[in-house]
């Protein structure tokens, strides 16, 4: 009886097999990454050659063709287990990939242009020419209100700002940004992309975290960069959160929270083999001991139930995403769509951070030292419940408004 | 999008749509039977009249063909919305039926004579003629050990002994009960059955507890009760929780836990329905007030969590169920089944009096009154964590145990 | 070395002996009133035979001179643990005679004819000549905005209204209601008092209740109740909490709190004896078994818990009350009085229902039965989280908004 | 209304104010040192030169002569604030002269040469010659069952072994360590002192750890380290934790949870500072929000809770110290007294582990950065639970069986 989550298509086992394999390889080299703050430039090389980072991409491009979030996320939590930092920044390009493919997927829906450019970007990224970030939080501000501002030019925008969190930045090329765009007395919120490599365009080296150490999760400072009409997508109201966003939330973070569910896999597997290793005080193995028994059964108790949740909402999300075409969905849906994946983001993170803890106390002293992997998984566990779009209060309030049927804009 | 369980099987769909009638009618007479800690007689003679007492029996023996642990334990929480005391007396028998289709599904490896016998409960069950409960627990031992014992005569057994929580035995007229028979210098563990109206077994009517008062769990009392040899099946090792005892805890006990979830599931609602309904001290609907919202929120990832454990070792469990016959499966599985079960139980379970506990405080002072529904699900909630094969610590031990492959017998 | 909690003052060791004698007495009858739900006339006389009730009455006016709400609680505490409900009842009135014997002391600074008036009262409770309680919580609104009028007549006022929660008023001859007085657009927050006996007054026999069934909360009923002109205190703002009502809170409820403590006393010497007993399956004492251990390690950890910030709390509040007259303490000094009041009934009392929790579970199914004290204890704690001034999501916010520096009046 | 922790003494009041000093200063360099993993030395010499390494030692051998293990505490706590490294080591030196001092208030009980031996050291101290640490734990074992061995020799002993967390060892002169010396077929348990540079003595250089990484707390290693026979002082059993085991485990490791409490606070106050400053997405100060504020209240009531359960044990503790002689207390009140103990440290280091996650919630992504104190708080405070003598579950089961009047001897 095996309790791992598993890949429910063929495409899927692939990707969660090459996942496995990627992760043992990566974990050799995590701690030092992760002392260095050093960017694992040669695990992403990696993750392309093996056409990993095309894992969402239809097989007729050239990808894996896993077409359920749900195996791509098993894959992704397999990558956690071996680098969180390196599972987080691979999640950046694919979760864009991902989102391409379901645009392709309902191209008869997309606004005219839209399936070429897709189809242009997913040959790309099959390619192997193709490495995509995300850069979407700034300062004082949310999701849904961006600052950065695309402001009309003769051909096309010119945009400014500063975006924090710019994940994989140091292996992308491509970018994508929420910004605004002045639309009357107000504005509207929309999704540019430009090559990392294009004027005005600056990524920071300055990201120097708690954990998540070699994600690259540097500062994208934008100056002046001109981009064409083409490069700005229409989008979203801006400043309200709302069924379109809701919908865009779940596509691009849903995977994101399984890397969580691999540091917390990792960390029960280091304090098993501890606790049926160690000869402690008096030559008793410490698994023989009935309080070391009960906390590997709170571990396994956090484990059953965030994989669990995770397949529940996974196979929700898929039938959602199969039912609608993006942005397409019934607000009440896409709303009760982002309640379901916020509350899986929220048993996830809160089991991996305790977890890890757990873990540690079943371990003992040794894994308070830095050569232990435990000082490692204790800072890097802790980045989840930072992740966009909601704090952990703030996903509360909006699973709250949405189940009492209230509109979901938080009071913020 | 609905999060509640689905049946998952056209039979099975069926079970569910038949325990919510049920249940929107158990729930008019559900606080006046607790009040009288009165048995609901013609609840259970709904229950049989429409047939969802033969719901897991074949069709071809004129049963409703549930064939999954996971659609019946659907149903089974559906009933625990209406009446908690109905759907654990209720689940009494259906777990024997489904035992019984079980046994009947391999009977090619079942003992000689057994899958006859169970065909004929089977028929009497679907004819409306037999309804089966079990009586197992006694003061001061465990399920392994019973201390009732069945004492060989010339032409069968002489059974005596006590037994508590014989849950459904008003309406009962066949009971199953662990005991022992003596064995060179020890025992072996049995399952007798025997029909309640036979001379040497009284129930009592003494069942009298802070909650499930609806439940006739009265003790039985028998003396020198005469059975035949066929009525004492071999089964277990007496005194240890070998495989083939944890393969029938899983299987007599899966279904149980799910009652609670229903318990929950009323609570939740009847929140709700306060939050959206109720004009606080400024006139204001409480559930717009944001600690109101997260309460709510609090409910429902506690939902969420119980019905996705659920969901995920039911399917566990079909698969078990399919790919072993009763008492076949080898001891690692059988183990790590019943390790999988106690995982579910303990997360429901805890899960449901955490929910009934919050769905309280949303509600208010009302929630305290004897009026109000809460303060019989305050009170049925809690008798989750009692119930077999492992008190909440035990279960602990026993995941424990288990997950670093260690023998699973407690240290007790 | 004794962690129970224990009097500072000599006065307060007598009340404190005198409490435990009483509970040792009233425990006796505390299930068969809990089961009847009838109102424990013979303890509240006992209490007033013994002097008890004149415990904060000082010593020359014929009380036992208890001067600190510390020695208070402590024997409420005590009383709590032989019956919860003769403790909430007989500490409304306590803690009346306490705001009188407070009052009193600060008699410089009080209303011209207040001292007088209060001296009477001490006068009559020594004499056992008058029980007092309140009766303020009203449906549909909180505490600082009482809809019970009292609509100024020629020589006095009319009051009409309807109060819940009257605790005691079985026994009580004299009654204490929050009340608004109409000024000039809108109300004044007043304190009216009255003879239970005054035409006008109904004490509905209505109480039936989760638990606290012996405790006599009843519905009073006001209708066209005339009273004096001296009889309505002028008080607080109307629908606000301001810094008097913040200190009349406090003062009112303070030792409330602490009968819930001594439930968790009763519970845990409970679990103690049973674990200290039981021979269970294999013979083996309960308390030998390290999970049962650590359950009571777990119930001892949060008395501890429980009584440190009690005993520091009320520290706090006794140099609070001796350092201000009722109701002159400045703004920031009365919020964060209240604030620490709740921090500690939050404490307490959820402390409270997770010992009777852990030691319903060491003690094992027995717990269950109605015969069993548990099943008592499981219904009384569950009480606390409702009383007044704040639900538990209430005090949370009211915390926050003292400890931040924001005008603490909640956002409901 | 000030709720932190206040010193009882005058002498307390003056150590209090100095740490408050020392913590304002050191806060400026904690995040370098913590950075670069280098020892504070500079930390030291301030704390030896304002006399508060002298703390305990009474006035008249130049002390400070704060004689209450609550005055110490406070001030340790106060010390945690600023740099948790510096804290815990000084707080190495503290117990020692603590421990030194409580000898000789008991000087008449104490073994021959016992006070002369502890007076010099102390006066050695207040005249700023004498550091002082411990090397107590190994790999593989538990405090009362040392592996180092000091094996007598013609004039005295030689003395192999391998210590672990040698907090302070970079500024410290003096060493004590327990070890063990041959008895019989058996050992018995002993204290042992020696000079840092004394031949046979080297502390490696290899702290490296998750956190508190100025704490110094290298490996010491033992090698043929010959010491006089009066630098071996008897002590308990060997093997075994016997009343005199606990009696010093609570003198000795009593303040050190106080380190914990500063780091709590510190990371309180920083939650709060960003809470009333922070202008948030929508121009609303963070602080005004109530998901906020409740996250404020959680942590005020963590901090309350660990401030009260620290009070009220180390006034049970003084009491303690003030009614024995070290080591002669009897068998029930010793185990009794490092009972109260481990409820105490349980629950600051719970809570404060508890408070830095939650004040990083309300802080938000910014508290994820390096260049925060969170990321540093964050990591120091996991220390705790790794503190000896217990793990938490340890801990549990110790504290359990001491309730159940159990031999307190650990199954492990």
Known sequence: MNSELQATTEAGRKFVSLAEEHAADFATRADQHDREASFPHENIAA???????????????????????????????????????????????????????????????????????????????????IIACGANTEAGTDLSSPMTEATPTEDGYAINGRKMFGTLSPAANLVFSFVRVPEGDGFRGCLAFYPKNAPGVTVLDNWDALGMRASGSHDIVLENLRVPRASVVPGRTWGVMDAGAADTYVSLNFSLACCFLGIAEAARDLAIERATRKKGAKAKMLGE??????????????????????DRVAHMADAYFSSYAPGEAPGQEAYAMLKENQIMKWVIQRKAIDIVDKAMTATGGSAYLASSPFSRLYRDVRAGPFMQPFAPYEALEYIGKVTLGIDPQLDR
């Open 289 to 310: 001991r009935v309080p070391i028994q009960q906390l590997i059964a709170e571990i396994e108790i956090g484990l059953a139930t965030s994989r669990a949740i995770f």
């Open 47 to 129: 993750l392309q050659e093996s056409g990993f980072l095309a894992g969402p991409i239809p097989a007729e491009f050239g990808g894996m063709g896993v077409n359920t979030l749900h195996d791509i996320s098993v894959g992704m939590s397999r990558l956690g287990r071996g680098c969180a930092s390196t599972a987080i920044a691979a999640n950046m390009h694919i979760a864009a990939a991902w989102e391409m493919s379901r645009i392709w997927r309902w191209r008869e829906q997309a606004a005219p242009g839209m399936a070429e450019a897709v189809e242009g970007l997913m040959k790309g990224i099959a390619a192997k020419q």
